[in-house]
């Protein structure tokens, strides 16, 4: 843990002063003063400035010593140049905490010790040990690899996630690949909006962060320790889903906040394509500004440094540009994966999230009702309410909308008629392409938290000051509470000590050599998972891929014999 707390203060000083320098790139130079920024949004907004800058340099070289020296070169000089114009005194003399709240604090406290205690564990996902740790692995040793996909289809499942893990793993270091970041990107999450709550307000935003933490710690928790891409994905939509709400406290005055909502949210589609449903937030989001020529820039900006890069790290890896998807299918590579694979694994994955113990076209196959009998038939019972409740409350939302003035007026004033909206139809997308329920939460959570909150806003509305606050209070406790059990329930003392320094390294299991057209690498023995090392390692042999060259870095290509 005490390493992994160091690692914590270096990921803080590059994201912040690249966020800092990014707000500057996209016109804020001179209105961070009067701007009610704060220290968790400039770390958010440097999440994605250093992301994008992860994809460009891997465009050259790998992501080892020289690009991590490059990053944190480029942090001092700007630490330098701010700190000469004084700019870092500007957050410095701000408090995390405009107004000490200490049920609110508590809150805080814990879940940082929470997410600590797990980061520091054994990835769970069974994904990591099929392609997310070899991916990344790929990304630390060489440049951006043609055709990587033909190796192992999942290996060209572009994720830039996989890219920022890389930067900051320090494999550089012999036999090291620290896998630390997802439990500080959701401090960063997190915190940002715990750190919003206020006494006495009353507002969507009082309440979202204490509904919504205690739900993604009981679902997620075990993401903490994991490369997977779920996590990101659900705290980005899920933040940017609060700041809309607290927009209305903002004013047109902050139009910061819709820039710093609209590159995380183009964002999360860098990270998994599932997430393409964000588009539709953006939109309102445009739809709603003062300054839509402003925010048309800054989001031509973010697809340049963001989605640009990602696109075309997609064809380097497969030859398709939205990979796994055939779309824009015009490009002819000699490392291009064939399309009937691509269309196969669009197949594999849309049966396997349905019910992944039955044929995919068999599944793919069935009526509607058939399926969906199915697929419920394998959720456990907190599942089945969690996605039984994001139905309900959309209903119950708009319903009480049309009955009750009020409610109407306090739905148009937070912004929650339009997150339902849009986090319904990001559920509908997910329901209808691949229903695995890890691929939906991004959508549910946010969904249930919010329908929640904007009903306890509506009835504290009818309640006197004191009682109001008794609510929040007991909202406040009770979310305490629920993390405290949670905490509990996965403490293991031996764990402590174990990772009382460093956090516990992947896993190494059984592997055997086997043999492409041309070279050797090694295969999974056992479980069709390779985790990290040997390398480079794959579930299981692809016949017809060959080297393109005399080395790996020079790319694979499928050769039909």
């Known amino acids: 843990m005490f390493i992994t ?7 803080f000083f590059v994201f912040f002063l690249y966020g800092l320098a990014g707000f500057w790139l996209f016109g804020f130079k001179t209105r961070l003063k009067e701007s009610k920024l704060e220290i968790s949004h400039i770390l958010l907004f440097g999440l ?5 800058f992860g994809l460009i340099l891997n465009f050259i070289i790998p992501m080892r010593l020289i690009a991590f020296s490059i990053m944190v070169a480029g942090a001092i000089i700007l630490f330098i140049y701010f700190f000469r114009q004084g700019q870092l005194r500007l957050f410095i003399k701000k408090p995390i905490w405009n107004k000490k709240n200490w049920l609110k604090i508590s809150i805080s406290i814990l879940v940082f010790i929470f997410v600590l205690y797990n980061t520091v564990q054994l990835s769970k996902n069974p994904d990591s040990g099929q392609y997310h740790t070899q991916a990344i692995r790929w990304t630390e040793s060489y440049p951006v690899v043609p055709g990587l996909g033909n190796l192992h289809d999942r290996l060209a499942y572009n994720s830039s996630w996989f890219v920022l893990l890389a930067l900051f793993s ?7 690949s620290f896998h630390v970041m997802p439990g500080f990107v959701f401090l960063l999450f997190s915190i940002g909006m715990l750190s919003q709550i206020q006494p006495r307000r009353f507002h969507i935003t009082d309440i979202f962060p204490i509904l919504f933490l205690p739900l993604l710690l009981f679902t997620n928790a075990s993401e903490l320790s994991s490369p997977g891409t779920d996590l990101p994905v659900i705290l980005a939509v899920s933040y940017c889903v609060f700041l809309f709400s607290f927009k209305s406290l903002l004013g047109e005055t902050e139009p910061w906040a ?3 909502m609209a590159g995380l949210l183009l964002w999360t589609i860098t990270i998994k394509l599932s997430a393409i449903p964000v588009l539709l937030l953006i939109f309102v989001l445009l739809v709603e500004s003062k300054n839509r020529v402003r925010f048309i820039k800054s989001v031509l900006g973010f697809s340049f440094l963001l ?3 990602w696109m075309i790290r997609n064809l380097i890896l497969s030859g398709y540009p939205l990979f796994p998807s055939p779309m824009l299918n015009v ?3 000699d490392w291009k994966i064939p399309l009937t694979q691509v269309q196969a694994e669009q197949i594999s994955i849309r049966g396997w999230a349905r019910f992944p113990r039955m044929d995919p076209n068999e599944i793919l196959s069935l009526p509607l009702l058939s399926w969906v009998k199915i697929w419920l038939s394998n959720l456990t019972l907190n599942r089945k309410i969690l996605i ?4 309900v409350i959309p209903i119950i939302h708009f319903g009480t909308i049309l009955i009750n003035r009020k409610y109407r007026e306090i739905s148009k004033q937070n912004g929650s008629r339009f997150t339902i909206v849009f986090l319904f139809a990001g559920f509908v997308f997910w329901f209808f392409s691949a229903p695995n329920i890890r691929f939906g939460f991004a959508f549910i959570l946010p969904q249930i938290a919010i329908g929640i909150s904007a009903f306890l806003i509506w009835f504290m509305d009818l ?12 909202v406040s406790l009770g979310s305490f509470v629920l993390v405290s059990v949670l905490f509990i329930r996965s403490l293991d003392f031996y764990k402590i000590q174990t990772t009382i320094l460093f956090p516990t390294a992947y896993p190494t299991l059984p592997t055997e050599p086997c043999h492409l057209g041309n070279a050797t690498i090694f295969c999974a023995s056992s479980y069709n998972e390779c985790w990290y090392s040997p390398f480079p390692c794959i579930p299981s042999a692809i016949e017809n891929v060959y080297l393109r060259g005399d080395n790996y870095a020079q790319g694979f290509y499928y050769k039909n014999d």
């Open 5 to 11: 707390l160091i690692l914590w203060a270096i990921y």
């Open 48 to 52: 994605v400035v250093v992301t994008a």
């Open 170 to 176: 320090f494999s550089f270091f012999p036999g090291i």
């Open 258 to 260: 819709s820039i710093l």
């Open 307 to 309: 989605i640009f890069p």
């Open 331 to 333: 490009f002819n590579f």
């Open 388 to 391: 039984l409740s994001s139905l």
């Open 463 to 474: 309640l006197e000051e004191k009682w109001k606050q008794v609510l929040l209070n007991t």
